[in-house]
């Protein structure tokens, strides 16, 4: 599966982004979904997941705030992002996998290009 992720840009501190992801092939809702983010001269960290039956999972830090939603019909995963701070800067990536919807990057075997999110204060 290819994935093209948009919807990044420059927000102020407090404001919301939604980041999507468009998938190709027909095997779309078969694959668990999540979004990934790496900042600067930082490791790429786990964002969500959501699981081909809907379920979902968040990290810590965005639990609360962020919101993760599929729409196989569209071949499409949404990160709703509110209350935005600028500790959430960072490219954005969105991933597909094949198993179960876990917080593991190396559970997920293709990746989009990335949208860049900055967060100003």
């Known amino acids: 599966v290819q994935l093209q992720a948009s919807g990044g840009g420059l927000v102020q501190a407090g404001g919301s982004l939604r980041l999507s992801c468009a998938g190709s092939g027909r095997t779309f809702s078969t694959y668990s979904m999540a979004w990934f983010r790496q900042a600067p001269g930082k490791e790429r960290e786990f964002v969500a997941t959501i699981g081909t039956s809907g379920g979902t999972n968040y990290a810590n830090s965005v639990k609360g705030r962020f919101s993760i939603s599929r729409d196989n019909a569209k071949n499409s995963v949404y990160l709703q992002m509110n209350s935005l701070n600028p500790e959430d800067t960072a490219v954005y990536y969105c991933?597909?996998?094949?198993?179960?919807?876990?917080?593991?990057?190396?559970?997920?075997?293709?990746w989009g290009q990335g949208t860049l999110v900055t967060v100003s204060s």
């Open positions: 991933a597909a996998g094949g198993g179960a919807a876990v917080v593991y990057s190396w559970a997920y075997g293709y």
